[in-house]
């Protein structure tokens, strides 16, 4: 069982930086591929980022390019999203995942395809 607990969320004043972290329990942590995701009151769960397990391929959403920095220390069995020139629509709960079983390097998983998830950290931007 895999356990991921997400940290570091909070109020910033839009144009604010904060940054998260991703603890993860597992002995394995650098075969996942691990992405964070938010939801906002109201909204369907969307992808934020991820990164490959040797941490040399990142992905972002649109939205978030630029701004967003995803990476990971698989000796610490953490990841982190940096999270620069925030927004209001940014506020959202933040959740990190794992895929334990990538389907493939080449790509991103799919949002079903993550097996764990962490509980979440609320962000807070605020005008």
């Known amino acids: 069982q895999v356990q991921l607990v997400e940290s570091g969320g909070g109020v910033v004043q839009a144009g604010g930086s904060l940054s998260l972290s991703c603890a993860a329990s597992?002995?394995?942590?650098?075969?996942?591929?691990m992405g964070w995701f938010r939801q906002a009151p109201g909204k369907e769960r969307a992808f934020v980022a991820a990164?490959?397990?040797?941490?040399?391929?990142?992905y972002y959403s649109d939205s978030v390019k630029g701004r967003f920095t995803i990476s990971r220390d698989n000796a610490k069995n953490t990841m982190y999203l940096q999270m620069n020139s925030l927004k209001p629509e940014d506020s959202a709960v933040y959740y990190c995942?794992?895929?334990?079983?990538?389907?493939?390097?080449?790509?991103?998983?799919?949002?079903?395809?993550?097996?764990?998830w962490g509980r979440g950290t609320q962000v807070t931007v605020s005008l």
């Open positions: 995942a794992a895929d334990l079983i990538p389907y493939s390097d080449q790509r991103r998983p799919r949002e079903e395809e993550y097996d764990y």
């Open positions: 597992g002995r394995t942590f650098s075969t996942y591929i």
């Open positions: 990164i490959s397990r040797s941490g040399l391929s990142t």
